[in-house]
């Protein structure tokens, strides 16, 4: 009887699973750095959305806020030229808001818009006294007379003195460090403004009128301040 020896049969089932294997990986590798990419591009665009959306809410509130009560400084005699009761100068506290940015107070950097029954003005800002602090209204008239051109040397309306102009320019009640012209957190400014009290129409305020004071800076929202003058029989006039 012949013995038939069966040989052993080449297999490529080795191969094949090394193959797939290969192919696996590559798959993985290229999924992987798919999603790395689309991962990324998904940061990217979230980080660019986060940027947006600080800065939309940036430019969309202001840095200033008011810090008290608006002061108004009456003129209520006859023997001072007020045969009406007249406003004539106010003083707003401004301090920066929570979370908000230092702001640069210099003539070039800022704009009040001023509007009242009887005027309005597009810009009555003359600047910010950077030399010394003021503990009072009057103290800030002062200050301002010195470093403005634009204010007469008597030009005090705090001391009932007729003023040419109707101006307004900030000084610094509470500073900390060199004192310039931003306003950083911590500090205090005052917005005074001095009404012109030989204009013809009155330019100062009297009883009932409405005053309107628009506060424009570089960037950001304006602050806006709105008062109505209340009856006026004391020199110091509280505006809220």
Request: aromatic fraction near 6%; hydrophobic fraction near 40%; proline fraction near 2%.
């Amino acid at each position: 009887m012949n013995l038939i020896r069966k040989g052993h049969g080449h297999t490529h089932r080795g191969v094949i699973g090394v193959e797939s294997a290969i192919v696996m990986i590559a798959f993985v590798i290229v999924a992987a750095a798919l999603a790395f990419v689309v991962l990324n591009m998904g940061f990217s665009t979230t980080q660019k959305a986060k940027t947006t959306i600080i800065s939309g809410l940036s430019e969309a509130s202001s840095s200033l806020e008011v810090a008290g009560k608006v002061m108004g400084i009456a003129c209520t005699t006859a023997a001072k030229g007020c045969s009406t009761p007249y406003l004539n100068a106010t003083g707003i506290p401004l301090r920066i808001a929570s979370g908000g940015d230092a702001v640069n107070l210099e003539e070039s950097y800022t704009q009040v818009k001023y509007l009242s029954n009887s005027i309005e003005y597009d810009d009555i800002y003359i600047g910010a006294v950077t030399t010394a602090t003021a503990s009072s209204l009057e103290g800030g008239f002062d200050a301002g007379i010195t470093a403005f051109s634009e204010l007469g040397t008597a030009d005090n309306p705090v001391d009932q003195a007729l003023t040419s102009g109707t101006y307004a320019f900030t000084y610094w009640s509470v500073s900390r460090g060199t004192q310039n012209a931003i306003l950083d957190e911590g500090e205090h400014a005052i917005l005074a403004i001095g009404f012109d009290s030989n204009a013809t129409p009155e330019e100062r305020p009297t009883a009932l009128d409405k005053m309107r004071v628009e506060v424009i800076l570089a960037t950001g929202a304006s602050l806006t301040v709105e008062r109505d003058i209340p009856t006026l029989t004391h020199l110091v006039t509280d505006l809220g």
